[in-house]
């Protein structure tokens, strides 16, 4: 059954939003999915983190590398056929940090973002004109990414530490995720100068006139949580007439990054729910978003085959539900999963 949207909105984290518009575009452009349909992809900028006077922005890059078809298909981030003779001169120099890998391809991509900043250029602009390169041939007017906000806005984490006075130490949530591969118990999680961003010109409008709003698997967290509290996000959420669908990031009692992008994702997802009080499953996430009909953000939630249990426990919080497979092993698998979402909500 072809859908008839003209419009859809993706809110994206790193590599499993990334993942999941790739399928979204394939059902677009295999028929699945309206062929008039236009996606904008707002995308989370709380990863962002200066390293050797660049200014790098992962969740962007994941996905105009993977769109683009230029991502390390291996690790899911990226550039693909890499090399790393910059990196290997820093460390040789003692230059630290030496936890956070910069490919040499992709320093092209900062130096460009970092000049730009530094002329004036607000992020959402940068974006945009990195994006000639990367989204334009391949799907034209199809897709625009767009940054959730251009104000600095940071993740951190705070984890224990026994060698610091007050038991804990702050790190910043690259450093939870590369150096420590999420391996130390996180404590708390603060997402800096969130209360003071506004959305990134063209955000609202984006929610406003969309025919759909998806959030696809990402972590619920440190992905769509800072999308979620750029102000005035979730208020264009519960106004907008488009639907409202989420796509659950747990399968059974695991993060999805688990199945979907390496072991030490999932680790992430799960050490982070887990710290700030949302139970590791797709009906607790269902409840951490909740329902529009509730003050929450949802109008129908997908969960995976194996969770069919808690489809009724979803749908007495005031949303759609249905069970379907979620794991994205393919275009195609991912791109019926896509479908399964718009069709949940009519």
Known sequence: MESQLNAITVLSGGTGGARFLQGLLHGI???LVSPTARVTIVANTADDVWMHGLKISPDLDAVMYTLGDG???EHGSGRRNETRSAQEELAAY??????????DREIATHLVRTQMLEAGYPLSQITAALCKRWLSPAYGDTVRLVPMSDDRVETHVAIADPDAPSGRRVVHVQEYFVRLHAEVPAEAVAVIGLDE???APGVLAAIAEADLVILPPSNPIVSLGPILGVPGIVDALRATSAKVVGVSPVIGDRFVGSANAGASTGSMGEQLMTATGVEVSAAGVAKLYAARSAGGVLDGWLVDSTDAAVVAE???LGMACRAVPLLMTDHAATATMATAAIELVG
Request: charged share 15%; net charge negative.
């Open 314 to 316: 979803v749908e007495a």
């Open 197 to 199: 961003s506004v959305p």
């Open 71 to 73: 991502i390390d298909p």
């Open 29 to 31: 452009h295999s028929g």
């Open 94 to 103: 003692g230059v630290e940090p030496t936890w956070f890998t910069l490919g």
